[in-house]
């Protein structure tokens, strides 16, 4: 893993530091993915299908939290738990 210091503008810019833009050109699609105060970038020419399947786990888990901070949810026991996620 390499790391690095950047700073943002006042127009929200960000520069990637040049030991860690290997692999990137110009013009390359970044996507942004925002989770609390982290910003991850991937590129989305390698976007993937496991990608994708991740990013949907990671909606609906995010949805879910969601809805138990609003006290919307169900209790049920083991087996009804497994019987719901057969489900899915």
């Given at each position: 893993m390499e790391i690095d210091?950047?700073?943002m503008s006042s127009k929200g810019?960000?520069?990637i530091p040049f030991d860690?833009?290997?692999g990137f050109k110009e013009g390359d699609k970044l996507i942004v993915i925002?989770?609390?105060?982290k910003l991850i970038l991937k590129k989305?020419?390698?976007?993937?299908?496991n990608f994708k399947e991740d990013f949907e786990f990671a909606r609906r888990t995010e949805e879910a939290?969601?809805?138990i901070d609003r006290g919307?949810?169900?209790e049920m026991d083991f087996d009804e738990f497994v019987e719901e996620?057969?489900?899915w």
């Open positions: 210091i950047t700073k810019q960000v520069v860690l833009r290997k925002k989770s609390g105060d989305a020419g390698d976007v993937d299908e939290y969601k809805k919307e949810y169900i996620m057969k489900k």
